[in-house]
C-alpha cells in the first residue's frame, strides 16, 4: 500500500498541472467571476502564443475577456493568489525546493496609449515584475511548480533632483527582501526553500536580514566587499583566496544566446555549450557592514555567511572564463556539499526560462489592453500557462526516457499516436518522444534542434483541442453503446 502511494505521488508531481485547476477557488468576491476566470484560462491554455480575438471563439467570448480584465473589482492580487495558492500545495509533496528571484521588463510598444504605464529606458513604456518561481530540485535538474509571489511596479518619470531618483532605488531595492518575507507567508513555516538571487541581490541589508531570520539562500555576490578573515581586515576576494579546501569538478555549460537585451549581453557574452573544468573553493566569512550604511539603521556590524567560489584556471582562447562567486547559508564542510551549492545556483537559470515562456511562448508583450490593470490581470493568468510550457519543456529535458504517460493523460498520448506525423510514437513513448510529437503538431521540424517556444506552444494548443474533441466523441459513442 506505501508503494502504491509512492507512485501516486510521484505521478502527481510529473504531470503536466492543469491551468484551470489553479483558478477553480479563486476568491474574486462572485462565483461568476471564477467561472469566467477558469474559461478564460482554458482558452488562453489551449491558444497561448494567439491573439485575444483569435484566442476567443466567439464575439461575446471576446468581449466578456475584455470586460473581466478591464473589471476594477478584479484584483489581480486575487488572481496571483489562486495560483500561489496551488503552487504552495505542490511545494508541500517537494523534498528538495528552490525558489528562484528575479526582474524582468514588461514593455509594449505600438500605437495604442497604456494609461498607467511607466518609462522603461528612453522610449519603451510599460512596467516592471519581480517574480519568485517555485523550483522542485533533485540534485541534478530543476522542475518549475508555479509562482509562488509576485511584485509589479510602474517606474515614476525620471525626476530632476539626483536625491528623487536615489530614493526610487532604494524603493526598488527593497522588492528583494519583500519577495522572500512574501514568499514565506504563501509557503508557511514548515516549508524552508532555499532562495537564489543572482548579482541584484547582493544587498548588505537583505543578507543580515536572511541570515537574522534563517532564511536559507544562494546569492551571487557583485562586490568586492570588505570581510574579516583570519583576524585580518580583508577583501572578499583575496579571503576567498586563501580557502584551504579545492575540488576540480567538470561542468558542462549551456548555450547562452545573442538574442537578449544589451545589458544583459554586455554582463553575460554569448556563448555555445562546452564542457568546463572548475576549481570551487569555500570557506566561513564574516562581511562588514558598508561605511555608506548609517549606524542608525539598526543593522549589525557584521554578518557571517558562508562563500563559495567558482571558476575556470585555463579557459579556451575565445571563451569567456566562467567565475561564480557565491553567498550561502547552506554547509560547506565536505565536497560535496560544495559542490551541491554550485548546482542550486546554476539551477537559477529556470527563472529566466520561465520569463521567455512568458514572453514568447504566450506572447504577453503583444497583448493589446488599454490599462494597466488590465495588462496585470492578463499577466497573472498567463503565469500558470508560462509554467505548463516550461514544466513540459524541462521534463523533456530532464527526464527524456520516463514514461510519456507521467506528463500526459492516456487520451492525450492516444490523440499524439494517431495525429502526429512527422513523429511516429512507439506503443509506450517516453517523455522526450511525446514533447517531440507535440513539437511536430506545432510545426517544428526535427532536424532544427529542440523546439521553441512558438512551436510547442502551438503544438499544445492543437493536442489539447483535439483531445477534448477526441474524449467527446469517446463519450458520445458510450451513449450510444448504451
Request: proline share 6%; glycine share 6%; aromatic share 6%.
Amino acid at each position: 500500500m506505501a508503494g502504491a502511494s509512492r507512485k501516486k505521488r510521484r505521478k502527481s508531481r510529473h504531470r503536466v498541472p492543469s491551468v484551470a485547476s489553479d483558478f477553480a477557488n479563486a476568491e474574486l468576491g462572485d462565483p461568476r467571476l471564477t467561472r469566467r476566470l477558469v474559461s478564460i484560462a482554458e482558452a488562453c491554455s489551449a491558444a497561448p502564443d494567439r491573439s485575444f480575438p483569435d484566442i476567443a471563439e466567439s464575439k461575446s467570448e471576446l468581449e466578456g475577456l475584455y470586460r473581466f480584465t478591464g473589471n476594477g473589482r478584479v484584483d489581480p492580487q486575487d488572481v496571483l493568489d489562486a495560483h500561489s495558492r496551488e503552487t504552495a500545495a505542490r511545494c508541500r509533496e517537494v523534498r528538495t525546493l528552490l525558489v528562484a528571484h528575479d526582474t524582468t521588463e514588461c514593455v509594449f510598444g505600438g500605437e495604442v496609449e497604456r494609461e498607467g504605464l511607466g518609462p522603461l529606458g528612453v522610449k519603451s513604456r510599460g512596467f516592471l515584475f519581480h517574480a519568485s518561481l517555485a523550483v522542485e530540485f533533485d540534485g541534478t535538474f530543476a522542475r518549475p511548480l508555479g509562482v509562488v509571489h509576485a511584485i509589479p511596479w510602474v517606474r515614476k518619470p525620471r525626476r530632476q533632483t539626483s536625491q528623487a531618483n536615489r530614493a526610487d532605488v532604494v524603493k526598488e531595492s527593497a522588492r528583494w527582501d519583500a519577495a522572500v518575507r512574501g514568499t514565506r507567508a504563501v509557503l508557511g513555516d514548515k516549508i524552508s526553500p532555499i532562495n537564489l538571487m543572482d548579482r541584484e541581490g547582493d544587498a548588505y541589508p537583505l543578507l543580515a536580514a536572511m541570515v537574522e531570520r534563517r532564511d536559507r539562500f544562494v546569492v551571487r555576490a557583485a562586490y568586492d566587499r570588505v570581510v574579516f578573515a583570519d583576524g585580518d581586515r580583508l577583501l572578499l576576494r583575496e579571503a576567498i583566496a586563501r580557502a584551504e579546501q579545492q575540488i576540480q569538478v567538470e561542468v558542462v555549460l549551456s548555450k547562452r544566446g545573442e538574442a537578449r537585451p544589451t545589458h544583459q549581453l554586455e554582463k553575460f557574452p554569448a556563448r555555445d555549450r562546452r564542457t568546463a573544468l572548475l576549481v570551487f573553493a569555500a570557506r566561513q566569512l564574516t562581511l562588514s557592514r558598508p561605511t555608506n550604511i548609517p549606524v542608525g539603521k539598526g543593522l549589525p556590524r557584521e554578518v557571517t555567511v558562508n562563500v563559495v567560489h567558482a571558476w575556470e584556471p585555463n579557459p579556451p582562447d575565445d571563451c569567456e572564463p566562467v567565475e561564480w562567486l557565491l553567498f550561502t547559508s547552506e554547509p560547506i564542510d565536505t565536497k560535496d556539499a560544495i559542490h551541491t551549492v554550485v548546482k542550486y545556483y546554476r539551477a537559477r537559470w529556470v527563472i529566466e526560462e520561465f520569463f521567455k515562456a512568458l514572453k514568447t511562448g504566450c506572447a504577453y508583450e503583444s497583448r493589446q489592453l488599454t490599462t494597466y490593470h488590465a495588462l496585470l490581470v492578463a499577466l497573472m493568468i498567463f503565469l500558470p500557462i508560462a509554467c505548463r510550457l516550461l514544466f513540459l519543456r524541462t521534463l523533456a529535458r530532464t527526464h527524456p526516457d520516463e514514461p510519456a504517460k507521467l506528463a500526459l493523460s492516456d487520451a492525450e498520448i492516444a490523440v499524439l499516436r494517431v495525429f502526429s506525423k512527422r513523429v511516429r510514437l512507439p506503443r509506450t513513448p517516453t517523455i522526450a518522444e511525446a514533447v517531440a510529437a507535440i513539437a511536430g503538431l506545432g510545426g517544428h521540424l526535427k532536424n532544427n534542434g529542440p523546439p521553441g517556444w512558438i512551436t510547442l506552444a502551438r503544438g499544445m494548443e492543437k493536442l489539447l483541442n483535439f483531445t477534448a474533441a477526441w474524449e467527446a466523441a469517446t463519450q458520445a459513442a458510450a451513449v450510444v453503446d448504451a
